[in-house]
């Protein structure tokens, strides 16, 4: 008699799978109903709970009992995470062990952690008073809200920008550049979020600004050629005086639980007279060494925050959950997404203008051609050879570019003289980097 029970599907197809919805703190249950559901052929394989526990232990994906971490156990990686993460609290420290480290700890575990090593830390985050305002947005991507955060951009000359999807709390984007200003880098970040994911929505929000008027047009002409009916209409909405609620939102979150342990380390430069914000190279080296890694750092903060659940709020008619699942996969909270699909890829020739694009092609990131316009030929070859050693140990870099500005000045300085000037050189090397006139 054969088996009544389908064959298992292959473990190769699923183990990319069941690695990113572990890391997103799912259980057992959760995992298992997202593979059948998605990506496993139900009608020629099956999987059952007992084979799924034996191919994620053969992982090493072990579950919060099997690892069974306790305060000592964690308490080298709390330190060690704390470092940047100076106010994280519980949610926030649960998620940071799970991505950084891949431990799995209870919040028991962690609240025990915290009264005993850090009761003075609890206390802070205790007793902060909101206030609620009103926001609608019928579903999915009728809406992206795109702010700026320029809280730094005076003290350490980094600017950051988010975009975020006030239905399902989704971040569409979360980017660090050392300039706000520019149009037409805000209008790429859009560009490259509808590259990548292949739609837009109904219509995008700002504050009122020259630097978001390229993300206006751009959206209204894509919405225009899509839908000929809205020919006549603008589809962005302009508010004033921080009505842009969403996105003030989330840099509260961000100013909360991110900054100010990256403050206390960029901090250190002034305060020990290595890093001059008036000498171009100090500058220069600063952003190679700094821009990649802060946005790294927020790549895994956006992550975070779109893989964690947040709290159900009775406040909210909106549907409780991670903010990746409500956002690609609505209809399994009820709701509805108004995305329209862009399956042709936005031209970047009407809205970025040819001597920002250096030669690239389509296809190429607007963040990486901003980058290389950054960091040259040239300035890369000498840069990743004297720098790249201490660049992975962020916490030591003024340490060791108080010894070595002299030096990767002097191969700086020999390759700026080797570079092919445009028609109208800059007074500065600084200038001429900003200018993004790079001639190749």
Same mark, same amino acid.
């Given at each position: ?123 802070a985050r205790l007793g ?54 520019? +149009?037409?880098? &805000?209008?790429?970040?859009?560009? /490259?979020?509808? #590259?990548?994911?292949?739609? @837009?929505?109904? =219509? !995008? ?5 020259s630097e978001n008027v ?108 991670? +903010?990746?699942? &409500?956002?690609?996969?609505?209809? /399994?909270?009820? #709701?509805?997404?108004?995305? @329209?699909?862009? =399956? !042709? ?96």
């Open positions: 008699m054969p088996n009544q029970h389908k064959p298992n599907s292959p473990v190769g197809l699923l183990r990319d799978k069941i690695c990113y919805y572990w890391y997103q703190g799912k259980n057992d249950k959760q995992i298992l109903r997202h593979l059948l559901d998605r990506h496993i052929d139900t009608t020629q394989y099956g999987l059952g709970m007992t084979n799924f526990k034996a191919i994620r232990k053969s992982m090493d994906l072990l579950s919060t009992r099997q690892q069974g971490h306790t305060v000592m156990s964690i308490r080298g990686a709390v330190e060690e995470i704390r470092v940047f993460n100076t106010t994280a609290g519980i949610l926030d420290m649960k998620s940071l062990l799970l991505k950084k480290k891949g431990i799995k700890v209870s919040r028991a575990v962690l609240q025990e952690y915290f009264e005993t090593f850090e009761p003075e830390l609890k206390q902060r008073k909101l206030v609620f305002r009103q926001f609608w947005a019928a579903g999915v991507n009728v809406l992206w809200c795109i702010d700026q955060h320029d809280k730094w951009k005076y003290k350490f000359g980094l600017c950051f920008h988010v975009a975020v999807d006030p239905f399902s709390g989704y971040l569409i984007w979360l980017r660090v550049w050392w300039n706000n200003s520019n +149009p037409i880098l &805000i209008c790429s970040y859009y560009l /490259d979020a509808v #590259s990548s994911l292949g739609y @837009v929505p109904l =219509l !995008t929000q700002s504050d009122p600004g390229r993300v206006a047009n751009a959206h209204s002409y894509i919405r225009q050629l899509l839908d000929p009916e809205l020919q006549d209409g603008i589809q962005h909405n302009w508010k004033r005086d921080k009505s842009n609620i969403k996105a003030e939102i989330e840099w509260s979150k961000f100013r909360r639980r991110w900054t100010p342990g990256f403050e206390l380390i960029l901090a250190q430069g002034e305060q020990r007279g290595i890093f001059d914000k008036g000498h171009p190279l100090h500058i220069l080296t600063f952003r190679f060494l700094v821009i990649p890694f802060i946005q790294r750092e927020v790549d895994e903060y956006r992550e975070r925050v779109n893989d964690y659940p947040k709290r159900k709020n009775k406040r909210k008619l909106t549907p409780a959950g991670r +903010p990746s699942d &409500i956002h690609f996969h609505p209809a /399994d909270f009820d #709701s509805v997404d108004f995305k @329209v699909s862009a =399956l !042709t890829t936005p031209s970047y020739d009407i809205f970025l203008p040819s001597r920002y694009r250096l030669g690239f092609p389509p296809s190429t990131s607007s963040w990486q051609r901003r980058n290389t316009c950054l960091q040259t030929t040239q300035f890369c070859s000498s840069s990743h050879r004297h720098l790249q050693p201490w660049r992975r140990e962020f916490t030591s870099i003024w340490a060791c570019l108080s010894s070595r500005w002299l030096t990767f000045g002097t191969f700086l300085l020999s390759s700026w003289s080797r570079l092919r000037w445009p028609s109208k050189p800059a007074s500065s090397p600084l200038k001429f980097f900003e200018s993004g006139a790079m001639v190749w």
